[in-house]
């Protein structure tokens, strides 16, 4: 038995979930205003969850990033071991598997439902860029001594990596554009790149950390920026 089989029999908290979301690589677990997340077993494009060694250190850098950006929605890692059989609570250093512990909002209050309803103010604007600048730098520069990070890395290897996943992101989400159609775009792109000087002669002593920041998942809660 897993830890999404425990959930689904009410092993690790013992009532009906209000809802469960699926997501390609995920698990999603709704009581009242807590939500857990929990990985599939299953090998993707950029790991192998069904290993035990891969999913502790995806779940422990996953947190760390997202309880920078968003502390007041990724609230704890859990981590749970197997005794007699049943799954319990343990410390993290001993734990065997994880879920993460999270905070149900509403996404009305997101970047992109803001802008369409003209809710947000130029200072909310403002807000956001100054939270994001800051958390980034601070995952910067906690991670630039980190030799699973490369910061010297070229800019356009790192950008010709970001087109391949995009590509395999794309393959795994079920659409009407074509594995022919994703490539020809993918291609077109890498070639443009590899023309561009900007991405041959970029200075990597201005990197910084990155996340998926696109608007939707840009939210305010109770006058705080969630990112």
Known sequence: MNLIEAFDKKLIINKEPDKIIETIV???YFYGDKVYKIYK????FFGDFSSSDFRKSFYKEDFYWNNIMAPDIYLSLK???AINGEYKLAD???????????KKFDDSKNLTNLLTQKNISESDIEKIILEMTARLKKITESKKNDPSYDFNKKFIDIHLADLESDANLLYLIPSFITKEKI????NFLRNISLSNPYFKNYDASNFSALIDNHADNIVFLDERVEL
């Open 26 to 28: 995920s698990r999603l």
């Open 41 to 44: 077993y299953e090998k993707f």
């Open 79 to 81: 981590g749970v071991k």
């Open 92 to 102: 993290l250093s001993v734990s065997e598997d994880f879920f993460i512990e999270m």
């Open 183 to 186: 490539d020809t775009i993918i």
